[in-house]
């Protein structure tokens, strides 16, 4: 009976091993299947995403053929359009109508920024908000005089910037920036690339800060594209990772990642003391007061020699523009008066209208922000004394009395109690 019985049992191993086989099979085909498809999907996200962001070709082409028309005119136009020896590298935009790009200009490596469709500038006339506007570069018009030209500048300076009495020398400024042949004359095209650059505030800064240490160095122009000193490094810590791995690592850990890939101590310092001379810089300057409205570490990057670079100056703004902007700005809570990320003012429930007095000054966002950054791997022998005076940083307010004073002293202690501790290493 066990012989007769052996082969039902033979037959049954067998049977189940078919099945185990097609179950396996199944489900490595499925497995299979889902790789595919998840990755055709980050690939179809990533493209798309790119193909967003990443428009360069449109960019170049639109100024190109302003340029040809004779439009438009500027130190990199024949670089770009006719030369070809100013191209588009590495794709570095964020958003679509801003675009950024590595730029190699003959043996010069440089960050080329171009407005895409669309530039985003506070106008003080009857509105309140940020306006969009497609640029037409249609100013000034032709019969302009080169006088007429020099008092709309002066007009728009007047209107960001305030009364200043220097304002006539930042005009000359501007114009010999415009004159991009050098021939000693600034013509119409120009000065049409020349306005549609000073309703962007990063150029504007660049060139009121052009022979300060932390600002970038302008190489170029071309219309609304203009081409900056490229910084080495692009970020004041952290890593750059994919964004799919971005998803799933919770913020707390990702700041808490970010600071574990820093340049040493004694770098960090230096470069801390290159940010608060960038804000001295910045402060009550000989044209204004300028606001940091987005002091987060990507907007700021260094050298191979760790002097800090600014990466991004879109969201540094003069301070009366901002209060234009602000003022009268219909609000519920607080959270309705806040431009950019970090320049806040309250809102007066009685009126429902946002207050134009910022709260928190340049130095003391500064401060929140290198607090971390320089009290890891602080010397032990400085740390309580460093920690005391960032904290009294952070506490800084615009509204306090004597805050100017109050602001020089913090400011110079801080750098003073860096420079000591790194004036005698080779990182200084």
């Known amino acids: 009976m066990a012989r007769r019985l052996f082969p039902g049992a033979w037959l049954r191993k067998r049977y189940y091993a078919q099945v185990r086989f097609s179950y396996m099979r199944m489900k490595y085909l499925f497995i299979s299947w889902l790789v595919v498809f998840i990755g055709s999907w980050i690939i179809y996200v990533e493209y798309s995403t790119y193909t967003e962001l990443c428009r360069g070709h449109d960019c170049k082409k639109i100024i190109?053929?302003?340029?040809?028309?004779?439009?438009?005119?500027?130190?990199?136009?024949?670089s770009l359009c006719a030369k070809e020896t100013l191209y588009f590298g590495k794709c570095l935009s964020t958003k679509p109508n801003n675009q950024m790009y590595l730029g190699i200009w003959g043996n010069l490596q440089g960050v080329i920024k171009c407005q895409m469709e669309e530039t985003i500038h506070l106008d003080l006339g009857?509105?309140?908000?940020?306006?969009?506007?497609?640029?037409?570069?249609?100013?000034?018009?032709?019969?302009t005089t080169v006088q007429k030209f020099k008092e709309m500048v002066y007009g728009l300076f007047k209107q960001k910037l305030g009364e200043q009495g220097n304002l006539s020398e930042l005009v000359n400024l501007i114009l010999s920036v415009a004159d991009g042949n050098k021939d000693g004359r600034v013509s119409l095209p120009e000065a049409k690339s020349a306005w549609a650059l000073l309703q962007l505030n990063e150029f504007l800064l660049m060139v009121i800060l052009q022979d300060k240490e932390h600002t970038p160095k302008l190489m170029g122009f071309c219309g609304d594209l203009y081409v900056m000193e490229r910084v080495e490094y692009t970020s004041l810590y952290g890593i750059s990772l994919p964004w799919i791995l971005e998803l799933f690592i919770p913020s707390s850990f990702r700041r808490s990642m970010d600071q574990w890939f820093t340049p040493s101590w004694?770098?960090?310092?230096?470069?801390?003391?290159?940010?608060?001379?960038?804000?001295?810089?910045?402060?009550?300057?000989?044209?204004g007061n300028f606001l940091m409205c987005d002091t987060s570490a990507k907007n700021l990057g260094y050298n191979d020699k760790y002097d800090l670079k600014m990466v991004d100056m879109r969201k540094i703004v003069p301070e009366i523009n901002?209060?234009?902007?602000l003022k009268d700005r219909h609000c519920e809570s607080d959270l309705d008066c806040v431009y950019g990320t970090d320049c806040r003012t309250l809102c007066d429930q009685s009126k429902m209208k946002c207050t134009t007095e910022i709260?928190?000054?340049?130095?003391?966002?500064?401060?929140?922000?290198?607090?971390d950054?320089?009290?890891?791997?602080?010397?032990?022998e400085i740390r309580e004394e460093l920690e005391k005076q960032l904290y009294s940083c952070i506490a800084l307010k615009?509204?306090?009395?004597?805050?100017?004073?109050e602001h020089s002293l913090i400011l110079n202690n801080l750098k003073t109690l860096l420079w000591k501790k790194i004036s005698h290493t080779n990182d200084s």
Do not use: W
């Open 64 to 78: 190109c053929d302003k340029y040809k028309t004779g439009i438009i005119d500027g130190s990199a136009c024949s």
């Open 398 to 405: 615009v509204t306090a009395n004597q805050m100017e004073m």
């Open 322 to 325: 901002l209060k234009e902007l």
């Open 373 to 380: 950054y320089l009290l890891r791997g602080a010397p032990s």
């Open 359 to 371: 709260i928190q000054p340049n130095l003391a966002k500064t401060c929140q922000l290198l607090k």
């Open 266 to 287: 004694p770098r960090k310092a230096k470069i801390a003391i290159g940010l608060l001379e960038f804000v001295e810089d910045i402060f009550h300057g000989p044209y």
């Open 126 to 143: 009857t509105e309140l908000e940020p306006r969009k506007e497609i640029v037409l570069f249609d100013k000034p018009t032709r019969g």
